[in-house]
């Protein structure tokens, strides 16, 4: 259940987390994570200005590509076509569009990575590392 992104504002991050860090086995898809629902939470933790611009990007980004005649909204075009977008928009000569960019990928990099499942599919189980923790201050007499 999202808190305050629409149906099709959680679609457009859904795409554009996939083209961001597209995810292959191990890794699970983006679908299968709570990418979408920590961004929601992330918007909803955030101030008003902060999360209207948030999502007046994440439409922007999602007709951008029809605008540069790129034949279609995000959504609708193919993984390698949008990765290439973001690359042309990582090059831009606007540091705007520069910075804009590299924050929609470490948003759609934090929220995936941050998964517990993709966690432990790298490597790192944090429950376990939590239990350790502990584990070492119960031996050490601390709080």
Known sequence: MLNV????????FACLCDTVVAPEPPLPPVAATDAVAAF???LAAGTPAN??????LLLAVEIAP????A???????PRERRTELLERAAMA????VRQLAAVLRG???????GDDGVMRALGYDA???VAAGRAVRERDGRP
């Open 107 to 113: 948003l759609a990099s934090l929220t995936y990575f």
């Open 5 to 12: 992104l629409s149906a099709r504002e959680a679609s457009i």
């Open 127 to 129: 429950d376990e590392r």
């Open 66 to 69: 029809r605008m540069l005649g």
């Open 51 to 56: 999360r209207a611009g948030l999502r007046a």
């Open 40 to 42: 929601d939470r992330l």
């Open 93 to 96: 000569r606007s540091a705007q």
């Open 71 to 77: 034949g279609g909204r995000l959504r609708r075009l």
